[in-house]
């Protein structure tokens, strides 16, 4: 069996790989590490204004949603596809990805933390803070 380390935030885990597959409902992952990992790695390709909001007893989906902007359409299709190459490294892919082609609003579906990437005209038009926070 092989084992290997994923940092997450301020903690590594192990997890294994060849022999044995994790799921998203395999505890691991705590939704703070999943958090955590996901802000880190947009935070890799210079995202701006990262926020997270905590939806939990608002949304039936999804526990916290991050959001941050990019700067044109491919910064933001670059950012969903690290986050995409990144968490497929620690064996945690996300459920799906909706947007990519437009790249106006990328949303990258990790389970209990959803991500949103926004360029500004979008954010300021949807204001998704103002209307979870």
């Not at 705590?30 to 996901?38: A, K, N, R, W, Y």
């Not at 990519?100 to 926004?118: A, F, K, P």
Request: net charge negative; aromatic share 8%; hydrophobic share 40%.
């Amino acid at each position: 069996m092989v084992y290997c380390a994923a940092t997450l935030g301020p903690s590594t885990i192990w997890v294994y790989s060849n022999d044995t597959k994790h799921t998203k409902e395999d505890p691991l992952l705590q939704v703070q590490e999943l958090h955590d990992f996901i802000v880190d790695k947009v935070d890799d390709i210079k995202a701006q204004d990262i926020v997270t909001l905590d939806v939990r007893g608002k949304s039936s989906i999804t526990d916290f949603m991050v959001l941050c902007t990019g700067t044109s359409n491919r910064h933001v299709a670059s950012i969903a596809d690290h986050v995409n190459k990144e968490s497929k490294l620690i064996d945690y892919p996300p459920f799906g990805i909706s947007g990519e082609e437009d790249g106006e609003w990328v949303i990258v579906d990790m389970g209990s933390v959803m991500l949103h990437i926004m360029q500004e005209d979008a954010r300021n038009l949807y204001q998704l803070e103002k209307l979870w926070g």
